[in-house]
């Protein structure tokens, strides 16, 4: 018979060797390069680094400093953020309506809508990425088809400046807002239909029972969806990369894109790691904001 | 029904209609156009139902551009990352979630917190490591990101937290060791959430884009979707082929989508409620 102590102590160590696989790749992997980009973000780490890293040396904030002087950054910043702010309520406002509309007892094969729903979201990027470059294409595509059935002149979407980066938006509120609907759904059900009830017998119209019963309802799930799609819209990639490559005049250059380019096309590492830890920032930021301002509506 | 309750029920079903066909469009465009003879995508106005088909696009994607190639790059890569991911995680989220040792607290509270950093911030150095690994081009390098995921080790610990350790400890008495009861009570019992995380890594790692990019340079080893932003640059005029490859690409996951979707519609439930 083992001793209490002794026992104890072998439970830890078992419970360790269940970690350790798991912690090793993200302690080595995840952590280590984060400390790395940190530290790579103060040098001027290049081409001539990576064979020979003591070619890189110690710049302090140079990085940063030359970051925030160049236009072309302001220009990533802005974009990013015209992504962002135009985004994320359409697609906040798309999946919200989406639900109310699967959720309503009043509609029949309910299942299939929300499924030709979501089926977007499943699907690859760069694939729907081809489907929607042939859609805005300025002679044969199908949106510049329906408009001129009414009358509408045809519009270069892709090509120029003022439309391409609502195109992308367009995109990705398609591909995405279905991901946020299933939550709104587990939201809508989880309201008890007492309330509803209650309102009902007040005299409630519909919209007073969506304004006063089902929108105070869903705060905490709306707060949750906001911070989430908030960080995905804030590292867009993918959408310009394939369809516009940040064009054209850098109107859909991107945060994560310019990373990108600075840090794997001109090996500018040490440049790029400091624009990592810029976007990093504003996730941070934004995620503190909004943490603040939901604890601020629930008191 | 009154009249305007019935206009109502029409307005209602419209639109949720117009919704379907916002959403379908856009693949049955994809499916027809791949199927029209070279040139008929550059026709105006636009062909949707083409009165000759043909599949001479997809015979060229798998006998002239390795399609096929990278069709088995995506699924070695995608079945890796989950096998073992899968492993890791649920043997992290089980001690996290019925054994006791020192610094626990502190290091999921690490683990949580670090869910916040983006992994854009890790890809310079992970590159310039698994470089110096000689991992680059390799499967390795594509799958030593995913081996473990904190939000995977977060829904599987949350999951077996709900397992009653009774029936641990009577498994204990009997004499079974940690191991056994890891693999014989554990994983069976945990196997709803194994499976929706099975299927939301799968797809994550079938879709991934931009860490293949950077660390697959060489066009043997290009996953699905590095090859298809590739060929998008070089057959940009080729409309009906370039649907062809994001037909292939896109079936894969959507028929596993299908066949499990309750899985998947229960993890984003999930995710939504952990906070």
Known sequence: MKSLVAEEKYRWSTAYLFLAPAMAAIFVFFFLPVLAALLMSFTDFDIYSIGNTSNARFVGLANYRNLLQNPLFWKALRNTGYFVLVGVPLSIFASMFAALGVNSKRLHFRSLFRLSYFLPVVTTLVAVAVIWRYIYHPRFGLINYLMGIFGIQPVDWLGNPHWAMPALIIMAVWKGFGYNMIIFIAGLQNIPETLYEAAHLDGANRWQEFRYVTLPMLAQTTGFITITTLIGYCQFFAEPYVMTQGGPLNSTLSIVLLMYQEGFRYWRMGYSAALAFILFGIILIVTLIQLRLQRHHEL | ?275
């Open chain 2, 1 to 275: 029904m009154n009249y305007s309750a019935r206009i109502r029920k029409i307005f209602f079903y419209g639109i949720m209609i117009v919704g379907v066909l916002l959403t379908i469009l856009p693949f049955i465009w994809m499916i027809s156009t791949s199927l029209m003879p070279t040139g008929m995508a550059n026709h105006y106005p636009p062909v949707l139902f083409p009165k000759e088909t043909t599949f001479q696009h997809y015979r060229t994607l798998f006998t002239q551009l390795n399609v096929l190639r990278y069709f088995l790059n995506s699924l070695i890569i995608a079945t890796s990352v989950t096998v073992i991911s899968l492993v890791f995680n649920s043997m992290a989220g089980f001690a996290f979630a019925k054994f006791r040792f020192p610094g626990k607290q502190k290091l999921f509270k690490l683990l949580l917190s670090a869910m916040v950093i983006p992994a854009q911030v890790t890809m310079l150095p992970l590159f310039l490591m698994l470089n110096r690994m000689g991992l680059v081009n390799t499967y390795w390098g594509i799958i030593i990101p995913g081996l473990a995921s904190i939000y995977g080790i977060f829904l599987i610990r949350q999951y077996i937290m709900s397992i009653p350790d009774s029936l641990i400890e009577a498994a204990r008495i009997d004499g079974a060791t940690d191991f056994y009861i890891y693999w014989h009570i554990i994983l069976p019992l945990a196997k709803p959430i194994l499976v929706t995380l099975a299927l939301f890594t799968f797809m994550g790692a079938w879709n991934d884009f931009l860490w293949p990019l950077i660390i697959l340079t060489r066009d043997s080893m290009y996953t699905l979707p590095v090859a298809l932003a590739n060929l998008m640059g070089e057959h940009v005029q080729d409309t009906e082929m370039m649907m062809a490859g994001s037909v292939i690409t896109i079936l894969p996951v959507l028929i596993v989508f299908l066949t499990l979707q309750k899985y998947y519609i229960r993890g984003i439930m999930l995710g939504s409620v952990k906070e």
